[in-house]
């Protein structure tokens, strides 16, 4: 088991651009989370799966925003039309999941995102 | 609504010392309290985790307190390493909310001088 995986680590794109970021939890873990961080600040919760359903989803989460995770195993982030306020680290992070709520999370490396 | 704090926002210390870092946060109404460790350009990794219903966790050379009642809590850095310069985040997951939706306070900077 390699931990949480991101691709891409960086993109950059065009102002108006749709970008796609994919994320590969640990393979055991039920649970997946994005979370946003921009520079020097604490990263923001996004959206959260438990297996493939989208349980909750951040008031920061826009309608140009998209979460999937179609099998319950990896999840893809879409962004349409892209905006220069886009720019940030996009970070993934999978959980065991079950009842207890105390869990630890194992975060991936992120993919960076710049929009020009 | 909220709020987490961190402070300093930023330390340097020559290797060798002990070091605490200070978390505040406004909302008493929490799961538990987490301690990240963030290294630049990288994700962040999970070092401690204090349940609500405890006091303190201790893990090696780091050890994390928790005071609910009065929205504060410290990591405590024995014998600081240069390896230990990253920037070190809390994060509060509050009830009522989903499973690890955290919110993070802005993090203090490290760094260990040799």
């Known amino acids: 088991d390699t931990g949480v995986s991101q691709d891409p680590r960086h993109k950059i794109t065009k102002r108006g651009q749709n970008v796609t970021f994919r994320c590969d939890p640990i393979?055991?873990?039920?649970?997946l989370y994005w979370y946003r961080q921009t520079l020097g600040q604490g990263p923001e919760f996004l959206t959260y799966?438990?297996?493939?359903?989208?349980?909750?989803k951040s008031r920061l989460l826009s309608d140009r925003f998209s979460a999937e995770r179609p099998k319950g195993s990896f999840s893809t982030l879409e962004i349409q039309r892209t905006e220069q306020g886009d720019s940030a680290m996009y970070l993934c992070a999978s959980s065991l999941g079950g009842t207890d709520a105390f869990e630890k999370l194992f975060f991936g490396s992120g993919t960076q995102l710049s929009v020009l | 609504k909220q709020e987490v704090t961190q402070i300093p926002a930023a330390l340097s210390v020559p290797e060798g010392e002990n070091l605490v870092l200070n978390c505040s946060f406004t909302d008493s109404a929490i799961y538990n309290l987490q301690w990240f460790r963030q290294d630049p350009g990288k994700g962040l990794t999970s070092l401690l985790l204090i349940q609500s219903s405890q006091r303190e966790q201790t893990s090696g050379r780091l050890n994390a307190s928790l005071d609910k009642s009065s929205g504060r809590s410290t990591l405590y850095i024995a014998a600081s390493q240069p390896g230990d310069s990253a920037t070190y985040l809390c994060a509060v997951c509050p009830l009522g909310g989903a499973t690890n939706k955290l919110i993070f306070g802005t993090g203090t900077l490290l760094a260990v001088q040799p």
């Open positions: 799966f438990q297996n493939e359903a989208q349980l909750e």
């Open positions: 393979s055991e873990h039920n649970r």
